[in-house]
C-alpha cells in the first residue's frame, strides 16, 4: 500500500475512533443527565406528595379540634343537650372536650378555656397554673391580656393581692394589649382595700389621663375624688 494512502486510511480510523468515543462519551452523559432527571423528579413527587399530606392531616387535626372546643363551649354555656342539672359537673364536661382539644392541636383559646373551667369550679392554683403554661407558650397580646387578668382574679380569690398586683400591672404594660384601663381600676380598688387609699388615687388618674375614653373614667374621677 502506498505511504500517502496509507496514512489517509489510518487518519479515517482515527477519526472514526474520535467520533465513536465522542458519541459513547455523549451517550453515557445523556444517560446520567436521564437518570438525575428521573431522580429529581421522584424527590419533587415525593416531596410534594409529602407537603400535601401534611397539610391534609393538620387541616384534619384542625378541623377535629375545633369540633371538641365547639362541643366544650356549648356544654360550658349550658347550651348542649349533654349539660348536666350540677354546674360542677358540666364544667367538668366542658374540661374534658376542651382538654381533648388542646390535646388534637394547641391552641391559646382552648387553654384559656381550660383555665376557665378551673376557675368556675374553684380550683384556682389548677388556673395559675394553666395560665402560666398560655403566657410561657403563645404571645398574642390581647390572649396574654385576657390570661394575666384571670390570673389576678384566681389570686384574689386565694388573698393573695400581691401576686393580683403584680398580674395587673403586667397588663398595663403589654403592648398592643387590651385590659389596661381596667386592670388600672382594678389595681386601685385592691389597693382602697388594703388601705392604701392614696397609692390607689394614683392608679385613677392613670385612667383619667392615658385613656380619656376609657368607660372608667367617670369611676375613676369619683374614686379619686376629682368628681
Known amino acids: 500500500m502506498p505511504k500517502e494512502i496509507k496514512k489517509l486510511s489510518e487518519r479515517k480510523l482515527s477519526t472514526n475512533r474520535e467520533i465513536?468515543?465522542?458519541l459513547t462519551d455523549l451517550r453515557e452523559k445523556l444517560k446520567h443527565r436521564q437518570k438525575v432527571l428521573a431522580i429529581s423528579l421522584v424527590a419533587f413527587f415525593v416531596i410534594a406528595a409529602t407537603v400535601t399530606g401534611f397539610f391534609l392531616y393538620n387541616r384534619s387535626l384542625t378541623y377535629k379540634a375545633s369540633q371538641l372546643e365547639s362541643e366544650g363551649q356549648k356544654i360550658f354555656y349550658g347550651l348542649s343537650q349533654q349539660t348536666a342539672a350540677n354546674t360542677e359537673e358540666r364544667v367538668k364536661n366542658a374540661l374534658g372536650k376542651f382538654r381533648e382539644s388542646y390535646n388534637v392541636k394547641k391552641n391559646p383559646r382552648v387553654l384559656l378555656y381550660i383555665a376557665n373551667c378551673h376557675y368556675e369550679i374553684g380550683d384556682y392554683e389548677e388556673t395559675v397554673k394553666t395560665l402560666n403554661d398560655l403566657v410561657t407558650q403563645f404571645s398574642d397580646p390581647e390572649i396574654v391580656s385576657l390570661a394575666h387578668f384571670k390570673k389576678a382574679m384566681a389570686?384574689?380569690?386565694k388573698n393573695d393581692t400581691e401576686n393580683a398586683l403584680n398580674s395587673l400591672k403586667i397588663i398595663v404594660n403589654i403592648k398592643d394589649g387590651i385590659f389596661q384601663?381596667?386592670?388600672l381600676l382594678?389595681?386601685?380598688?385592691i389597693l382602697e382595700a388594703t388601705?392604701?387609699?392614696e397609692e390607689a388615687k394614683g392608679f385613677y388618674r392613670q385612667i383619667v389621663e392615658k385613656y380619656p375614653q376609657s368607660v372608667f373614667v367617670?369611676?375613676?374621677k369619683k374614686r379619686?375624688?376629682?368628681n
Do not use: I, N, P, V
Request: net charge negative; no cysteine.
Open 155 to 157: 389570686f384574689l380569690k
Open 181 to 183: 384601663d381596667l386592670a
Open 195 to 197: 388601705g392604701r387609699g
Open 224 to 226: 379619686a375624688g376629682e
Open 20 to 22: 465513536e468515543d465522542t
Open 218 to 220: 367617670s369611676e375613676a
Open 186 to 189: 382594678e389595681s386601685g380598688k
